[in-house]
């Protein structure tokens, strides 16, 4: 049955339901609305916090076999409307069919490779009198908040960890972007008992009336740092356990060894995938001096080439950015390059009323300057020049974030010497902006707090127990 992308509503206790009031998200193409959802007031939330904790008392007790029937069912479900939901992820998102079609896939996969996982449960005295064990058990209720720019696999990365572990979980998708997280509600209704999974969407009242109610009990948040300690100072109210997935500023370091053929067309990929609106990307791209002309040359080459446009058209690469307040953002930034008189190399844009910012890339700026020092979360980059291995890992290193960075060159000892003293939770060599289910994710300083994903995130949805067990 084919899946209907043009009404939408809240999942509450599997029940599908609407609001006196509704909103609209837009659509960064062209600026036209998209439909209307509905606008959750705390009356709603607490209907879904209570259907949660009462689901809870039968859902933690499942087996694991169990949870994983539910689960592989719902990741079907999503392969069976994997078009359906990439065109309204370019619809609601803007990025471009190619990449929305690869997150579904990403979306799609995720789901088994964490139910591949299992929790340690470890032993730590086996004696005559008496036997200890640790072991991790569910938390409760888990609030996932969702960012824009990764919608449908930033939901299903919070979705299954929580589900796997035998908590339930209420999903806030960004009012950016509602559109696909309430879908993939909807879809789990069909898998999950009632009060498992269910998605609620809102305007920016609804995050802080989750993180202060006293009936979750945990907060899974991807956004922005400033956002984040907001978040993290509501939960403190009610001791709530936290992961927060924040900001990066990205460096990756180009020795003067490698294949720069080879290597401009990886590094242009990965510093403006979803028009750079990835935490992960390459924000900071610092090149060896003896190679900088011929690699930035070969990189305005290679960025020039792709095309800009709307993502439904045939060979986009470059889609929108994604909101008003971010390519406000964004525009402000050029105009601080350009008073500073930085030397910046855009491609030229189509006519369009869409939120579309120019390709860039900066020449050398000065490290203090401020391209270099925030996150852009636009297709802006700043290239700079080093010679000397220490100052570039003491300049990469120079950031209040800590979310992943990359080395690049053909000696791999030496690559793997500069990576190990770089501050990052993900460090890549001759690659960058790399994940899997299997792997934590996180970040270190300004880029977060505990980890997604791996082992180590699926204890980040459990409370640590330890067993004292005496033979009567």
Request: some cysteine.
């Amino acid at each position: 049955m084919a899946l209907n992308t043009t009404t939408f509503f809240n999942v509450i206790n599997n029940e599908l339901t609407s609001t006196p009031h509704t909103r609209h998200g837009i659509n960064p193409a062209n600026r036209q609305p998209n439909p209307e959802v509905p606008l959750s007031t705390a009356d709603d939330l607490d209907r879904a916090v209570a259907a949660a904790r009462a689901a809870f008392k039968t859902w933690s007790r499942t087996s694991l076999d169990e949870r994983r029937v539910a689960i592989h069912a719902f990741a079907d479900l999503l392969a069976a409307h994997a078009d359906e939901l990439a065109a309204l992820l370019t619809r609601e998102q803007g990025k471009p069919l190619a990449q929305a079609s690869v997150e579904l896939g990403m979306a799609i996969q995720w789901p088994r490779g964490f139910t591949s996982l299992t929790l340690p449960e470890t032993v730590l005295e086996d004696t005559q009198d008496r036997q200890v064990v640790q072991r991790y058990v569910p938390l409760g209720v888990c609030g996932a908040i969702v960012p824009w720019n990764f919608p449908v696999l930033l939901a299903v990365g919070k979705i299954i960890p929580a589900v796997y572990t035998g908590n339930t979980v209420i999903v806030k998708p960004s009012p950016f972007t509602p559109y696909c997280d309430l879908k993939l509600a909807e879809l789990a209704a069909k898998c999950f008992p009632p009060g498992v999974v269910q998605a609620l969407s809102g305007g920016d009242d609804l995050g802080p009336m989750m993180t202060e109610h006293p009936g979750i009990d945990k907060i899974s948040f991807t956004g922005s740092t400033v956002t984040g300690r907001r978040v993290m100072a509501s939960c403190a109210k009610t001791l709530k356990r936290l992961t927060l997935e924040l900001g990066g500023n990205d460096p990756a370091i180009i020795c003067e060894d490698v294949d720069v053929d080879a290597v401009v067309p990886k590094v242009g990929i990965v510093s403006f995938l979803c028009a750079s609106q990835i935490c992960m990307m390459i924000k900071r791209l610092y090149v060896h001096e003896k190679i900088y002309d011929e690699f930035r040359d070969k990189l305005i080459q290679f960025v020039q080439a792709m095309k800009i446009g709307d993502g439904t058209e045939p060979d986009v690469f470059f889609g929108p950015v994604q909101n008003a307040m971010q390519y406000d953002k964004a525009k402000n930034l050029l105009g601080a390059i350009s008073a500073d008189s930085l030397e910046a190399i855009s491609s030229p844009l189509p006519i369009s009323s869409g939120y579309f910012i120019p390709p860039t890339i900066v020449d050398n700026p000065p490290e203090s300057s401020r391209i270099v020092q925030e996150e852009p979360f636009a297709p802006i980059l700043p290239m700079l020049k080093w010679s000397d291995e220490a100052d570039v890992l003491t300049r990469a290193n120079a950031s209040e974030y800590g979310l992943s960075a990359s080395v690049w060159s053909k000696d791999f000892s030496r690559a793997r010497r500069m990576a190990d003293h770089l501050e990052a939770g993900s460090v890549f060599v001759n690659s960058h902006f790399e994940c899997a289910p299997w792997a934590p994710f996180g970040g270190h300083k300004m880029s977060g707090i505990g980890t997604e994903w791996g082992v180590n995130g699926l204890k980040a949805y459990c409370n640590s127990q330890t067993l004292w067990l005496h033979q009567a």
